[in-house]
């Protein structure tokens, strides 16, 4: 009797699990959780003749950061569209502040003439895209302390922080979880791939029954707002 019991359980979770697939594909996209690029990184690697003195970029621009007693890197700022770059004597750079990996080639382009007006050879900048931070929002309150316990990959801890850390293998990403139902998702190196996480989420959410209705929620959390914004 056991194993039929189990059987007829297992045929009721599988029901269940593809009914919450199939209404998930039927919501558009809009109603089931909406996003926002914060963050783009990219690093870039040159073509030089010698090390760069990144003495010579200091001294000739005052707006470029450099102590290399603290960090090896130079930090050079670019306005439009805005970026900031560590650039490191081997030639090789990291940018950072971007919300569109379709601003990497003009913020590079920009960095790469500033240096060589110093009169340093450099060339060939290869640019590749390294990660996303993205906030959005899955329009529901997710219920931490049930997700803990039957979510895997995952651990919370409100005294210290007050976000649930899910680690998603497939797509792999690292989520923050709020009660809100905030999101804060890194790991990612493409918009698609966001969209897959973000698909996903909706969906492993309510699979699980972690979901709770958003107006029962109290306000939005500082530590949780701070947060959307690394």
Same mark, same amino acid.
């Given at each position: 009797?056991?194993?039929?019991?189990?059987?007829?359980?297992?045929?009721?979770?599988?029901?269940?699990?593809?009914? $919450? /697939? #199939?209404?998930? =594909? #039927? $919501?558009?996209?809009? /109603?089931?959780?909406?996003?926002?690029?914060?963050?783009?990184?990219?690093?870039?690697?040159?073509?030089?003749?010698?090390?760069?003195?990144? %003495?010579? $970029?200091?001294?000739? !621009?005052?707006?470029?950061? !450099?102590?290399? /007693? &603290?960090?090896? *890197?130079?930090?050079?700022?670019?306005?439009?569209?805005?970026?900031?770059?560590?650039?490191?004597?081997?030639?090789?750079?990291?940018?950072? +502040?971007? =919300?569109?990996?379709?601003?990497?080639?003009?913020?590079? #382009?920009?960095?790469?003439?500033?240096?060589?007006?110093?009169?340093?050879?450099? =060339?060939?900048?290869?640019? %590749? $895209?390294?990660?996303?931070?993205?906030? *959005?929002?899955?329009?529901?309150?997710?219920?931490?302390?049930?997700? @803990?316990?039957?979510?895997?990959?995952?651990? !919370?801890?409100?005294?210290?922080?007050? *976000?649930?850390?899910? &680690?998603?293998? /497939?797509?792999?990403?690292?989520?923050?979880?709020?009660? %809100?139902?905030?999101?804060?998702?890194?790991?990612?190196?493409?918009?698609? @791939?966001?969209?897959?996480?973000?698909?996903?989420?909706? &969906?492993?959410?309510?699979? !699980? +029954?972690?979901?709770?209705?958003?107006?029962?929620? *109290?306000?939005?959390?500082?530590?949780?707002?701070?947060?959307?914004?690394?």
């Amino acid at each position: 009797m056991g194993s039929v019991k189990k059987l007829k359980l297992d045929v009721f979770v599988s029901i269940y699990k593809l009914m $919450i /697939e #199939n209404i998930s =594909k #039927n $919501i558009p996209l809009e /109603e089931k959780f909406t996003y926002i690029i914060q963050n783009v990184v990219a690093t870039v690697v040159t073509d030089i003749e010698e090390k760069i003195d990144l %003495t010579i $970029i200091a001294s000739a !621009y005052p707006d470029v950061e !450099y102590n290399p /007693e &603290r960090f090896p *890197g130079l930090v050079m700022r670019v306005l439009k569209p805005k970026a900031t770059s560590l650039i490191f004597s081997t030639g090789k750079m990291v940018i950072t +502040g971007m =919300k569109s990996p379709t601003e990497a080639p003009s913020v590079v #382009n920009q960095i790469i003439a500033r240096v060589k007006k110093c009169k340093i050879k450099i =060339k060939n900048p290869i640019i %590749t $895209i390294q990660n996303f931070v993205v906030s *959005g929002d899955i329009k529901c309150g997710i219920d931490l302390n049930k997700a @803990t316990v039957v979510m895997d990959n995952v651990m !919370y801890e409100p005294e210290v922080f007050p *976000g649930l850390i899910f &680690r998603m293998k /497939e797509p792999k990403s690292v989520l923050l979880l709020f009660s %809100t139902g905030k999101i804060v998702c890194t790991g990612v190196k493409d918009e698609d @791939t966001v969209i897959l996480v973000f698909e996903k989420l909706h &969906r492993v959410i309510r699979e !699980y +029954g972690v979901d709770m209705d958003p107006s029962k929620l *109290g306000e939005f959390d500082e530590d949780e707002e701070e947060m959307l914004f690394l």
